[in-house]
């Protein structure tokens, strides 16, 4: 019995905190109830379906359909939704400042003392659990309130005014201000028609194309943009007679801007007319959807100047990476270039075998493709192409997708995506045609230096692969100077020393050089040896061993951009050395001795060479040693390696005077006389920031 009636007390708990529960959940909040208390009016502004403002000027009836506010009377047109919002918000916060009851004795009096008995100055709501209407009389005593009551209503109430400031409006201005309804972005076809002609676009995929006067890829944002000019302008002022057009222009308009969304039966059509006589910055227009004349900014008539090149993708073409997995380069009598995707990376197809190649020019090379803009539409067809040097191009760069079997969509090897030829270059540009398009275009000549024909240009950046430590033996032969031989010490802190001649190594300068000429990188390949490049009598040779074998590198004259040519024993081609790498082998390795002078660039082919500057070759060997003084001091050993000033070859330091000799005797008059020795240079200024 007892666990019996343990159960029923607890259902009946359960019953008891349920109800509760419910019945609080339907009751307002403490905020709520604080919010409301006060409040003159209450009603859910999502059932209300109907508003009427009554003033002493007018009467305008608001009627919602589909979700929107539309006019009814004194004329039919959209409401502005953001007017509408805000009349709602006014009348739901209105909160009484004083109440005043009037169903006492003399009530009728004071309503009509306030102006509450026959007012004109109405506004209902209709449409949800009964009618609302509010009753707005004089103003009050007190300056910015006045009198208002609910219809059904005994009771006055003081307060502000910004209600009837709204409702006080013209008709006008609860107008929607905004040209059309249309959302741009759901626009999916568009008409031009001015006394120049007719354009037509559509989209599909998400990209707009241009169907008339010809077929082209449209300009995503720039038709975009004209879409969003028409639909969103702002009206400036209405016209509501309309029954004589040709005043305004819009009897025989001057053109006509159309535009369709998906599942409307009808395009929305916007009828430019004339400029006002008053203001030639403003213009009349009439859309379809409104019945009225309507004044907008002169910027509208914009849309009249509309060309169809205006319109018109100005990206040379479109494609999507991802699905790129090869990229042909074709040129007359050069080896045909295929570059291949291999996962992640690149590698160029060569004889059946998968050559690595610099990946980065790859992926700059789609990069450049897609980015590449169109200068000048040069022809709409292909039938000149000789003129343009497009009959025989001088660069084809195909991409296509690649499939290694059969599926069911697509056959095993390269589906062509697009094929881009490139024709005569003229000025600063070069023509360019799609091959399943018939247009000519011009683009910037720039894009052929990524578009590489030559092979070696392809060729993986990295020059060495070895740790500084592997290296361990070096010869190094610098223009005006002596060959230095060095090699580690085996015996003690492996440090350099020379394997011939005297010296004191600076380990600084050389281990910076060892580090540079380990993992040596190109800035690029330049492509064949040619004899501008200084190579058949380098400025630089270092040659060097390590345990599985060595490298020989040849560094020529500068190149135009302030690099250095340069080649490497084993590999083809030259590349260009970075010029804080060829700095590097410059410095000074012989404490006490300069470095190598930097090298010129090279003279373009048919250009006069200038003189070089002239200076006193100095070997890269330490200075001869004073005869040793029993009581001289051992000299300082200096604070900070020597360090050489890329743009200025260092010389040895000056001499300190020696004691003056004794003047020799004059030798005869018919004896050969000595050459002068040279003036001593003053040691050239380190680096900034050293």
Request: without cysteine; neutral net charge; aromatic residues 6%.
């Amino acid at each position: 019995m007892k666990l019996k009636n343990t159960l029923i007390l607890f259902i009946a708990a359960l019953a008891i905190y349920a109800f509760i529960h419910f019945y609080e959940s339907k009751q307002p909040t403490s905020q709520e109830a604080t919010d409301r208390a006060g409040r003159v009016v209450q009603f859910d502004r999502d059932k209300i379906t109907g508003i009427t403002i009554k003033n002493t000027e007018t009467k305008i009836d608001l009627r919602k359909k589909d979700g929107a506010w539309f006019i009814e009377a004194p004329v039919k047109d959209r409401a502005d939704s953001m007017a509408v919002n805000q009349l709602f918000t006014t009348a739901e916060s209105l909160k009484s400042e004083d109440s005043i009851p009037t169903d006492k004795d003399g009530g009728k009096d004071m309503l009509k003392d306030f102006g509450l008995t026959s007012s004109d100055t109405r506004l209902t709501f209709t449409g949800g659990d009964k009618p609302v209407e509010l009753i707005l009389g004089k103003d009050a005593a007190v300056e910015g309130k006045i009198y208002v009551r609910l219809d059904d209503s005994k009771t006055a109430h003081v307060i502000g005014n910004d209600l009837k400031t709204q409702i006080s409006k013209k008709v006008d201005e609860f107008r929607d201000h905004k040209l059309t309804d249309v959302i741009a972005t759901q626009v999916n076809k568009v008409q031009f028609k001015t006394a120049a002609g007719e354009i037509e676009l559509a989209k599909k995929d998400q990209h707009w194309s241009l169907d008339k006067p010809f077929k082209a890829r449209g300009n995503d944002q720039k038709v975009g943009d004209l879409i969003s000019q028409a639909a969103n302008a702002q009206v400036d002022s209405f016209v509501t007679d309309t029954s004589n057009l040709a005043s305004f222009g819009l009897q025989e308009p001057r053109g006509t801007f159309s535009f369709s969304t998906e599942g409307s039966k009808e395009p929305v059509v916007l009828q430019i007319g004339k400029a006002l006589e008053k203001d030639k910055e403003k213009i009349y227009v009439k859309v379809s959807t409104r019945n009225a004349v309507l004044v907008v900014p002169k910027t509208v008539e914009a849309l009249l100047d509309t060309k169809p090149n205006d319109v018109r993708d100005r990206n040379l073409v479109r494609f999507t990476s991802d699905i790129v997995d090869r990229i042909n380069i074709e040129s007359p009598g050069k080896e045909k270039i295929v570059l291949a995707r291999k996962g992640e990376s690149w590698v160029r197809k060569s004889e059946g075998k998968d050559v690595p190649i610099n990946v980065a020019a790859a992926t700059r090379l789609m990069s450049e493709l897609q980015s590449a803009q169109v200068v000048n539409f040069a022809a709409d067809v292909a039938t000149e192409l000789p003129k343009y040097g497009l009959d025989q191009p001088s660069v084809t760069v195909t991409l296509s997708s690649y499939s290694s079997e059969n599926t069911a969509e697509t056959k095993a090897g390269e589906k062509p995506i697009v094929s881009i030829l490139f024709g005569k270059i003229e000025g600063d540009n070069v023509y360019a045609k799609l091959d399943d398009e018939p247009f000519v275009v011009s683009i910037p000549r720039g894009f052929l230096s990524f578009a590489m024909t030559d092979p070696l240009q392809w060729q993986e950046l990295t020059v060495y692969k070895n740790k500084p430590e592997d290296i361990t033996a070096l010869e190094i032969a610098r223009e005006g100077q002596p060959t230095l031989t060095l090699e580690r010490d085996k015996e003690k802190d492996k440090n350099w020393v020379l394997a011939k001649g005297d010296g004191k190594i600076n380990q600084t300068n050389l281990q910076s050089m060892v580090n540079t000429l380990a993992s040596l990188r190109a800035v690029r390949w330049v492509g064949a040896a040619t004899p501008e490049q200084g190579l058949a009598q380098p400025k630089i040779t270092v040659s060097f061993k390590t345990a599985a074998g060595g490298g020989k590198l040849l560094i020529g004259t500068q190149t135009p951009d302030m690099l250095n040519y340069a080649s490497a024993e084993g590999l083809t081609g030259t590349f260009a050395l970075s010029q804080p790498d060829v700095t590097a082998f410059q410095l000074p390795f012989i404490e006490g001795a300069p470095g190598a002078a930097p090298a010129t660039p090279s003279a373009a082919p048919g250009a006069v060479p200038t003189a070089p500057p002239i200076t006193p070759p100095v070997p890269d060997v330490p200075p001869a040693a004073p005869a040793p003084s029993p009581a001289a001091p051992e000299p300082a050993k200096p604070t900070a390696p020597p360090t050489l000033n890329p743009a200025t070859p260092l010389v040895p330091p000056a001499p300190t005077a020696p004691p003056a000799p004794t003047v020799p005797a004059a030798p005869p008059a018919d004896a050969p006389q000595p050459a002068p020795a040279p003036a001593p240079a003053s040691p050239a200024p380190a680096p900034p920031g050293n």
